[in-house]
């Protein structure tokens, strides 16, 4: 494993400029067809309308995922021609005698020497044998086979060519032809192609961002989390905490955990309790224990347990006694902070971690990340960290959350404002232009594109700058209407191409980790407006649809939604959606109940009490439920004196009608789907609220482009849960007597012993004379699917 991107040589034609990553589809770099031999020759050639003197032409390597320099010719020649055909041509620079050396992401340029041309060639005179990608895409047909050493071939590539006169683009969107034995005619005018909001380079540092503390008007929220004080009793989500608490234990020893710290700063380390694996232990190196904290940190907020107490302790005092006297305490040498994601995943996954276990009681916690951020908010890497690092914007939110931790301090926000704001992205967020997430510009489109909105929500609520959150606003609105699948799982991976509503059934996407920074954003802004029901929604279905389903028992956590065929199983060697799904599972009871001074939220219905102080006095509510099997919820109010305040049920937007409540067999008022009813009186030891969810069966047909020619497909939800039929991936049901396929509703039988399982009647299946329905949730290993086809056929009786 080499500890940072290979310099040994830096070409001699680079000038100091370096070009970040550019994976979207719309900056992603000219691949030439793939030949079996490096003794090959190609070339790309653009035209320039008009003749030139040229000053310069600048070459930009391709950049893509963990491959910089992917495809630079191993020899080339740059040459001008007034002449289409190049029968006369003049060299511009020669560097075909000789082997190149790999430029990474440097930029070369050469000097034009005012050389007069209307055509400008660049020609691969022998070509370097492509990189290894961790998110290999489709390439074009291979030529004559594969390379017999590693498979990948040999290809000439680059992002993008810039001609200069008088310090002007004059290549910029000219054409481009290509060679006709190895050229990629399709991906030629890439190479033209505009240059991106912020220019290609990977420095960024815009001091006219930050603003002063004393200027800020911190946001004061309206609702937070009960303090610790919700104790599950019974239902899934004790059911899910349980199986999280034993995946941590029995998934790496603090040992384990400590090893790449211990490396780091030159300590022994016991031998390994497993193989460590190559990249979720060694790239990113030190996230592990971020991994566990994270989870066990989540889950001794709300509930003690002796055994997880205790190995967070030793981690954190062993991560202590590794730490450097200037306070870097990370589990990688500082000089590889640009290898891979470690300057962002990595440190945002620990200082997540210690942020839990400082929340969970261990204020040690606190104190290493404020030695930490004292020498990371001064550190001569902040100009190059949002682009030189991969996702580098992943790394915003350790910042953002660590302002408002007991120790943040101010410089915490201005160092997003100054080195990772992003003011096009921004407006093109308040705009809602579709662009801006599939196309985002500076790095692989993703879900973890909704880490930089949770960054920007915290910069609003510390700032109470209003453009934040326009532009969490209209990122909310993009996810929301155009990459979120039924059930709520996100449709949009890294190194595919997923356009709006795209929604596909067949790639793996809907990441675990995608959908826990989904809840976490909601709940910031459900914090600002608790009273817009549409966030706890959002929530509530993520949860089911997607954290506990992708719970794998006690053994691991699920990467992948899948949303057909079978699920994957669970892993536990510390992948991004095991991390972020221990720590939402951990963190369950939180969303459960909101607290203000004066009110209390019933967000989500599930079995437990919760205790706050309100206006004053000590209030304990006990809710005894069986959801999502059974609708009805029952709430006990316990008070050592009468008490006033305000108690708020949610009526969820996907209930089926009006929904009455009953205090103490009195009927009061009833709420509209997507509202809160609002008791307020006068409450009394052992008053009782009950009510009954309007759950109901809804259809909604399939939108995205996994489509049946000629026939429909459909998702079937009850209430909040998507619904899957069991037995094959490709169901198609013929609804007998029906004219509408959502008349199947009306056929479907519910279990009785559970209100949220179905049989359909009287009908006939390609694949089985009946058909079963289930949550999604409860899908283990049988095979399903949760888009059926549905064929109406009104006329057989």
């Known amino acids: 494993m080499r500890e940072n991107f290979p310099e040994e040589t830096i070409p001699r034609d680079a000038n100091g400029e370096r070009i970040c990553a550019g994976p979207a589809q719309m900056y992603r770099p000219y691949r030439s067809l793939i030949s079996k031999t490096g003794n090959a020759s190609t070339w790309v050639q653009i035209d320039l309308d008009s003749r030139y003197s040229i000053d310069s032409v600048k070459l930009y390597p391709s950049n893509r995922y963990f491959a910089p320099g992917d495809g630079f010719p191993l020899r080339f020649r740059i040459e001008c021609s007034e002449d289409e055909t190049f029968g006369v041509s003049e060299v511009i620079a020669d560097r075909s005698t000789v082997d190149y050396p790999d430029p990474w992401d440097h930029v070369l340029q050469f000097d034009g020497r005012k050389k007069i041309g209307r055509y400008v060639r660049v020609t691969a005179t022998a070509l370097r044998e492509g990189k290894p990608d961790l998110f290999p895409v489709e390439t074009p047909e291979v030529l004559e086979g594969s390379s017999e050493s590693s498979g990948r071939g040999f290809l000439f590539s680059l992002a993008k060519i810039e001609v200069l006169v008088a310090s002007r683009d004059v290549a910029l969107r000219k054409q481009v032809s290509v060679d006709s034995s190895l050229g990629s005619q399709g991906e030629a005018q890439q190479l033209t192609r505009p240059p991106r909001p912020q220019g290609e380079g990977i420095i960024t540092d815009s001091r006219e961002n930050v603003t002063l503390h004393s200027e800020w008007r911190r946001i004061t929220v309206k609702v937070r989390p009960p303090d610790r004080n919700v104790r599950l009793e019974g239902g899934l989500f004790e059911a899910a905490t349980r199986k999280n608490v034993m995946y941590l234990l029995n998934s790496s020893s603090v040992a384990d955990l400590l090893r790449p710290f211990r490396e780091r700063a030159g300590l022994t380390s016991p031998k390994l309790d497993h193989i460590p694996n190559l990249f979720w232990d ?37 991560i202590a006694k590794c730490r450097r006297p200037d306070g870097y305490l990370m589990g990688y040498p500082e000089i590889s902070i640009f290898f891979s994601e470690r300057g962002a995943y990595t440190r945002a996954w620990l200082t997540h971690g210690l942020i839990e276990v400082g929340d969970a009681g261990n204020t040690k916690a606190f104190g290493l990340l404020r030695d930490f951020y004292d020498w990371y908010n001064g550190s001569k890497y902040l100009p190059q960290l949002l682009r030189r690092c991969m996702q580098g914007g992943q790394g915003m939110v350790a910042n953002s959350r ?5 120790v943040g301090r101010a410089t915490d926000i201005q160092v997003i404002q100054r080195y990772f704001q992003e003011n096009f992205w921004l407006d093109d967020l308040a705009r809602r232009e579709e662009h801006a997430i599939w196309q985002y510009p500076y790095d692989r489109p993703h879900a973890y594109l909704i880490t930089q909105l949770e960054a920007y929500m915290d910069l609003y609520n510390a700032t109470g700058d209003g453009r934040y959150l326009a532009a969490v606003d209209g990122g909310w609105d993009l996810f929301h209407d155009h990459w979120e699948n039924a059930g709520g799982s996100i449709s949009i991976i890294e190194g595919d191409v997923d356009p709006p509503g795209s929604n596909k059934l067949y790639t793996r996407l809907g990441e675990n980790c995608g959908s826990a920074f989904w809840i976490l954003l909601n709940y910031r802004l459900h914090a600002i407006r608790p009273d817009d029901e549409k966030y706890v929604t959002e929530i509530e279905k993520s949860i089911y649809n997607v954290v506990l389903a992708n719970q794998d028992g006690s053994h691991g956590i699920r990467y992948h939604t899948l949303l057909v065929g079978q699920k994957e199983p669970g892993s536990r060697v510390n992948t991004c959606c095991e991390g972020q799904g221990t720590r939402l599972i951990g963190g369950l009871p939180r969303y459960i109940y909101s607290v203000s001074d004066d009110c209390i939220y019933v967000n989500l219905f599930e079995p437990s009490t919760v205790s706050c102080d309100s206006s004053g006095e000590r209030l304990e509510l006990t809710m005894r439920t069986r959801f999502p099997a ?17 108690i708020r049920i949610r009526v969820p937007s996907w209930a089926a009608r009006d929904m009455s409540v009953d205090v103490n067999g009195i009927l009061y008022p009833g709420g509209s789907p997507g509202t809160y009813v609002s008791l307020n009186r006068r409450w009394q030891n052992g008053d009782i609220i009950s009510f009954n969810l309007p759950m109901s069966l809804s259809l909604r047909k399939y939108v995205g482009q996994d489509q049946v020619a000629g026939r429909e497909k459909y998702v079937l939800e009850f209430g909040p849960l998507l619904m899957a039929a069991i037995g094959t991936e490709n169901f198609a049901i013929q609804l007998t007597g029906a004219s509408r396929p959502e008349e199947i509703v009306g056929q479907l039988i519910a279990d009785s012993l559970n209100d949220s399982h179905f049989v359909l009647k009287d009908s006939a299946s390609d694949n089985s004379s009946e058909i079963r329905f289930i949550p999604y949730y409860e899908i283990t290993d049988e095979t399903f699917t949760c888009f059926p086809v549905i064929d109406t056929h009104p006329d057989l009786l």
């Open 630 to 646: 059974r609708s009805a919820v029952e709430l006990e109010v316990r008070s050592a004196r009468p008490l006033s305040t305000v």
């Open 282 to 318: 060694e790239t990113l190196s030190g996230s592990n224990a971020g991994r566990f904290l994270m989870g066990a940190g989540a889950t001794l907020q709300w509930q003690d347990d002796p055994e997880l107490r205790g190995r967070v302790n030793e981690l954190v005092d062993g």
């Open 402 to 406: 660590m302002y408002f931790t007991p």
